[in-house]
């Protein structure tokens, strides 16, 4: 093996990439810092939130950055820890779902699923859960809260395998909870990690106590010690082993129990991303698969997030990477565009700055400035035509036309809703009927922000008005001939999204069944890929 490929697969052997999945106030941003903490990427967590104020307008991400003079820029963020460089993704973390997320957790290697003790399993995580099950995405389970009276710790692993139908193998188990949190017992090595709370910097002198028949743990604990026992030898012949191929296969979960805010209980959760959590593996894409030990650079983009930088109307496309070496200045072909691009100011996110990128494996996620030239899905390689699958858009549910109050602003409004539907903040589809444009969603949020930042950043008044619209799907159809007849034919039900594919939008149910039922060639897709 040549000496640059050996060193691509060592890199790509220290590498891990994955995003935390929760639903609101689990304790995601917490554990964020929490995590960085640990990895040494910052000294001091402090509070992040000392706030009564509600929740983030922006990204929980950013508000870390205010509080903490550090620059997270964005949802993306690499840190050092034991050798290994982890990347770390952010999911939006309002109670809107939006379509970023599944793209994000198309990026992702292996899922932190965080949940509050105190609440079980919430609606956000069964759909996060759901999106991770599509990919067999392995799972390591946080239950967060335990220095507060919480849930009974086997009823919750009972809700997770019932609810999100993963098996769980708990790895430590909770002694106590609330005022008498005592700290967690290691079933692996047979040791107990005493509690202690601390929420600002490391502490790195935990007590632990080996075995959990040590009479040291009568000494302290002398009234809840045999309960204990009892509890921990039922958790024992009632649970599930971990096993390293299960939890690969994202039908088990290791599951972990702490206090975020109390530094309890990450570096177990870290030892675990590192231990157990895959290395990038191979990506699909449409002539085959690709390794990410190869040595040919390529990657695909899975997020587009638009004025980070209000002064500069940039936006930077994510991308991650998906094999070989990408080197500063290298030439990367953007294969949708047939074009060379020059990568001389992409941009990586490390906790304490936006960095430019010197190099980058498989799995790290690069940010490449841009003009609106890159879009969500976008494949770039040394040259091979490789288009990378998997990364997709959904039909949306929600809908509204949109009309401006000014009428001069037609064109700034067109431009914006293009970019803005490029990026994937929303979907535009214009009607063949040259009705009003109209905009299609996953989640409700989605149209303020559209709304917001179509008169920040576009000066446009829009008004968003309900429509009748039930819902959207791609069409398709291997005989040119038809598709063109089923076009003309129900021309008011048809438009063009931002991505320039032929979409179908259903009146009702009924509706949509009609078409069809008379249509039997035509593919109606729910999903859709980059083209
Ligand atoms: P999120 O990003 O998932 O939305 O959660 P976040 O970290 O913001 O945490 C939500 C709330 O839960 C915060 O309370 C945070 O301090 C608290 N929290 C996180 N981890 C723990 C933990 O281990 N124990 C306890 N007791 N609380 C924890 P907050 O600042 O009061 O915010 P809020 O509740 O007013 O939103």
Redesign the pocket.
Known sequence: MSAELSRIADEVAHRRTFAII???????????EKLLLFSGAIQNAG??????T??FATS?WMEIEKQRGISVASSVMQFEYRDHTVNLLDTP?HQDFSEDTYRVLTAVDSALM?I?AAKGVEAQTIKLLNVCRLRNTPIVTFM?????EVRDSLELLDEVENVLNIRCAPVTWPIGMGKVFRGVYSLLDDKVILFEAGSDKLITDVEVVNGIDNPRLDELFPLEMEQLRMEIELVKGASNEFNLDEFLAGELTPVFF?????N?GIREILDALINWAPAPSARHATLRDVEPTEAAFSGFVFKIQANMDPKHRDRIAFLRVCSGRFERGMKMKHLRLNRDIAASSVVTFMAHERETVEEAFAGDIIGIPNHGNIQIGDSFSDGELLQFTGIPFFAPELFRTVRIRNPLKLKQLQKGLQQLGEEGAVQVFKPHNGGDLILGAVGVLQFDVVAARLAAEYGVDAVFESTSIWSARWVSCEDRKKLEEFENNLVNNMAIDAGGNLAYLATSRVNLQLAQERWPQIVFHETREHA
């Not at 702490?258 to 109390?262: K, L, Q, V």
């Open positions: 929760s639903h609101p106030d689990a304790g995601k941003t917490t554990l964020t509070t992040v939130k000392g706030k009564k509600g929740k929980d973390g965080v509050d967060n809260k335990y220095d507060r702490g206090s975020a805010i109390n309890f």
